[in-house]
């Protein structure tokens, strides 16, 4: 039987990374950015129609979104499966535990400003601020997975919290701890020659994106080098350095 966990990370904060060494494990695996919560927000939202609240068979209506999980890893052959995605925003939140009994959150942190000058040093748009603004407006991908975490830490969910600077410095001592907390048993991944991210014969297309931002360094484990400084602007360093846009958590 399968048992589903939830990944919810800040994007840019070593998620293909953690996802190419879990999946070199045939019975584990970290999932890409998943469709899922699009899915079940979608079915929800049909509770709110005219045509449901018209003949609310809210039995029939459940064996859809039960088996949600089920079906769309019905060909997969893990066991354990981490899926990523915001999860912890109140109404994905709501959803998951709905669905799963006592649902495991593992947070995957990097300091928010960190993530936001990584995205502008891949991505090299032509208006710096504009695109800081799309990243950390309510629907920006960057918010969203900050009020994501917030709302697993503040409402004292079941989770785990994983330091991205940790787990470049040593990638088996940090994921060792993803395993003995979902109770999956752990051999020592390989840490250098790696492949990038590929899932069920599967692979990232980032020719539709700004930028090849899920590419990772194959030969060896290591952090780019660069300063927040010489990537953002001083005025946007400090508008996004206010509490809104940073964790509820300890961030090295």
């Not at 950015?33 to 899915?39: E, M, T």
């Not at 045509?51 to 060909?75: A, G, M």
């Not at 020719?207 to 080098?225: D, F, M, Q, V």
């Amino acid at each position: 039987m399968k048992r589903y966990h939830f990944l919810a990370s800040l994007p840019r904060a070593g998620n293909t990374l953690l996802g190419s060494l879990i999946n070199q494990n045939k019975d584990f695996c970290v999932t890409a950015n998943s469709i899922l919560l699009d899915v079940l927000f979608n079915l929800y939202v049909l509770k709110g129609t005219a045509l449901y609240q018209n003949f609310p068979d809210s039995i029939s209506y459940d064996n859809i979104l039960r088996n949600v999980f089920p079906n769309y890893f019905s060909h997969w052959k893990q066991k354990d499966i981490l899926i990523r995605g915001p999860w912890g925003l109140p109404a994905n939140l709501f959803l998951v535990k709905h669905l799963i009994d006592n649902p495991k959150f593992i947070i995957l942190v990097r300091n928010p400003l960190k993530c936001l000058a990584s995205f502008i040093l891949e991505e090299k748009p032509k208006n710096v601020a504009v695109r800081c603004e799309e990243l950390m407006s309510d629907e920006g991908v960057l918010k969203k997975s900050i009020n994501s975490i917030n709302e697993i830490i503040d409402k004292k969910e079941d989770y785990l919290i994983i330091q991205y600077e940790d787990l470049v410095l040593n990638p088996n001592k940090e994921i060792k701890k993803i395993f003995n907390y979902l109770d999956v048993k752990f051999k020592p991944l390989k840490i250098t020659n790696l492949k990038q991210f590929e899932l069920n014969k599967i692979k990232y297309d980032d020719s539709i994106l700004p930028a090849k931002i899920h590419k990772i360094r194959t030969k060896k484990i290591e952090k780019r080098k660069y300063k927040i400084t010489d990537i953002l602007p001083r005025h946007l360093i400090v508008k996004y350095s206010d509490a809104k846009y940073q964790l509820n958590c300890v961030v090295k």
